[in-house]
C-alpha cells in the first residue's frame, strides 16, 4: 500500500514546493519589504534590543509568556535538523551559491515573519483556560473575513505537527543516539517521550520555560563549535565567500563527487531549503508569537523578526562556512552526515561528531515542543479547548512511535502540509498588507514624539 501512496504524495509535494510557491514566498517578502520600507534593515539593531537586553515589557499587559519566551519558542520549532542537514542539502545539489540564496530568503523573510506576528497580535483572542490564541486561522477569519480558509490552514498545520514536528523528529533523534551511542531505537523513544510529556503537558507556560533555557544553549554550542573550526581556517574564509559569490550568478562546475550545478539549480535549493529552515511565510511561528505579553503588535512582531535573522544569517551561514572550509561538499556524502564529517575532521578527538549529534538531538527535540505548541491551537481552533488535553497526550505517544517506524512516506506528507500551510497564509498576509503598514506606521510615528 505505502509503495502506491508514496509516489503520488511525492508528485504532489513536488508540484506544491514548485516555483509558483516559492517564487509567492520570496515575492511576498519583497513585497513586505517594500511596503515596510526596509524595515528589517533600518530596524534590526532595534529589534535586537527588545528581544535579547529588554527581553520583556514593563507593566501589566495581556499575553502568557515574555517576549523572549515567545522568540525562543517559535525558534525551537525552526532551528533544527533543517540548519544541519538542509544546509548540507542544498550545497551538495545547487553548490556553494545555494548558501547565498539562503540569505536573501532570510533577509527578505525577515519582513514576512514580523507581518505574521504584527497580524497574530493584533487578531488573537483569549480563550477558556485564560490563555491567548492567535495565529493565521484567526487574521484570516477575523481579518479577512474568510473562515473556511482559516479552517484550512489549521487542518494542514495540525496535520504537519505530527509529522514534521513529531515522528520525523523523534526518529532523527533515536537514529543519531543508535549511531552514536548504541542505544535501541525503542528505548530512545520511551525517554523521548516522557520527557516531552513532562514539558507539553503544562501548556505553554510549560514550554517557554523549557525553550528559554534549551534553545540559547544548544544555539551557543554549535556556534562556539563552528566558531572555532573557522578561526582555525580564518585563512581560507576569503576564498570560500568569494566561491559563494560567484557561484550564485554563475555555472557549478562539476568536482569531485560533485556533478555541477546551474545557476537556476543554485538558485533554487538555496531558497527551497532557506524556507523550509526559518519557516517563514509558512504561517507556523505567528502562533507562538500570539502568545506574548505585550500592549502593541508592533513590539512583539519586531522580537520576531529576529527568529528569522539567527535561523538563517546566522545558524544556517555557520553550519555553511565549515562545510565549505572543509573541502568535502565535493566528497559525495550529503545531509546530516555531511555536516558531522566537516566538523568532525575540524575538531580533534571527536568533538566534533559529538557536537553535530548533540546538536541534532536537541535541535529535534525543541522542534517537537514548539511544534506541540502550534498543533495545539490549530486543534483547538478546529475543535475547541476540550479536546486539547486529548490532543497533547496523543501527540506524546506518536512521539514514541515515530523512533520505531520507517517514515518516508510520513516526511513526504509533512513536507506536502507544510507547503500547503503557506498558501492561506500568503493569502492573509497580502490581503492585511495595508493593516500591517498601518500599525507599524503608528507605532513608529507614535515613538518619535
Known amino acids: 500500500m505505502e509503495s502506491k501512496i508514496l509516489p503520488l504524495l511525492t508528485e504532489i509535494r513536488d508540484f506544491i514546493w514548485g516555483p509558483p510557491l516559492i517564487i509567492l514566498l520570496v515575492g511576498t517578502g519583497i513585497f513586505l519589504t517594500m511596503r515596510l520600507k526596509g524595515l528589517q534593515f533600518r530596524g534590526l539593531f532595534h529589534s535586537l534590543y527588545l528581544a535579547f537586553i529588554k527581553r520583556k515589557e514593563e507593566g501589566d499587559v495581556e499575553g502568557d509568556i515574555s517576549h523572549f519566551q515567545a522568540l525562543m519558542t517559535a ?37 514576512t515573519k514580523y ?33 473556511w480558509l482559516g479552517i484550512l490552514f489549521a487542518i494542514f498545520a495540525s496535520i504537519a505537527a505530527f509529522g514534521i514536528g513529531n515522528m520525523v523528529q523523534s526518529n532523527s533523534v533515536a537514529e543519531a543516539v543508535n549511531a552514536s551511542f548504541g542505544i535501541p531505537n525503542w528505548a530512545t523513544g520511551i525517554i523521548l517521550a516522557a520527557f516531552t510529556a513532562v514539558v507539553v503537558l503544562g501548556g505553554i507556560k510549560s514550554i517557554a520555560k523549557v525553550t528559554q533555557v534549551l534553545v540559547p544553549f544548544m544555539i551557543i554550542i554549535y556556534f562556539s563549535g563552528a566558531l572555532v573550526i573557522l578561526l582555525l581556517n580564518i585563512t581560507t574564509i576569503p576564498h570560500v565567500f568569494s566561491l559563494i559569490f560567484k557561484s550564485a550568478f554563475n555555472p557549478t562546475a562539476a568536482a569531485g563527487g560533485f556533478l555541477g550545478a546551474t545557476v537556476m539549480q543554485t538558485m533554487r535549493m538555496g531558497v527551497t531549503r532557506g524556507v523550509f529552515s526559518n519557516e517563514s511565510g509558512l504561517g507556523s511561528a505567528p502562533i507562538a508569537a500570539a502568545a506574548a505579553k505585550t500592549s502593541n503588535p508592533v513590539n512583539q512582531a519586531l522580537v520576531s523578526m529576529t527568529q528569522t535573522f539567527i535561523d538563517t544569517i546566522v545558524v544556517c551561514t555557520m553550519t555553511g562556512l565549515v562545510i565549505l572550509c572543509s573541502g568535502l561538499w565535493t566528497s559525495g556524502t550529503t545531509g546530516a552526515e555531511l555536516t558531522a564529517t566537516a566538523f568532525d575532521v575540524s575538531l580533534p578527538g571527536g568533538i ?82 495595508s493593516i500591517i503598514a498601518s500599525e507599524t506606521n503608528k507605532y513608529f510615528y507614535k515613538n518619535r514624539d
Open 115 to 147: 507581518s505574521e506576528a504584527v497580524l497574530a497580535v493584533k487578531y488573537r483572542e483569549t480563550d477558556e483556560f485564560g490563555t491567548m490564541s492567535g495565529g493565521p486561522m484567526y487574521y484570516i477569519s477575523k481579518g479577512l473575513g474568510i473562515k
Open 75 to 111: 525558534l525551537a520549532a525552526t532551528v533544527g535538523t533543517g540548519n544541519i542537514a538542509g544546509v548540507a542539502t542544498a550545497i551538495v545539489t545547487g553548490g556553494p551559491g545555494a548558501l547565498f540564496w539562503m540569505w536573501i530568503t532570510g533577509l527578505f523573510g525577515m519582513a
Open 352 to 433: 566534533g561528531q559529538m557536537i553535530v549529534t548533540l546538536g541534532l538531538i536537541f535541535f529535534a527535540y525543541s522542534t517537537i515542543l514548539g511544534w506541540c505548541y502550534y498543533g495545539e491551537k490549530s486543534i483547538e481552533y478546529l475543535f475547541s479547548e476540550r479536546a486539547v488535553k486529548t490532543y497533547r497526550i496523543t501527540f506524546v505517544i506518536f512521539v514514541a512511535i515515530g523512533t520505531i517506524l520507517k517514515l518516508e512516506t510520513v516526511w513526504t506528507l509533512a513536507d506536502l502540509m507544510n507547503g500547503l500551510m503557506a498558501f492561506p497564509n500568503l493569502i492573509g498576509l497580502i490581503g492585511l498588507s
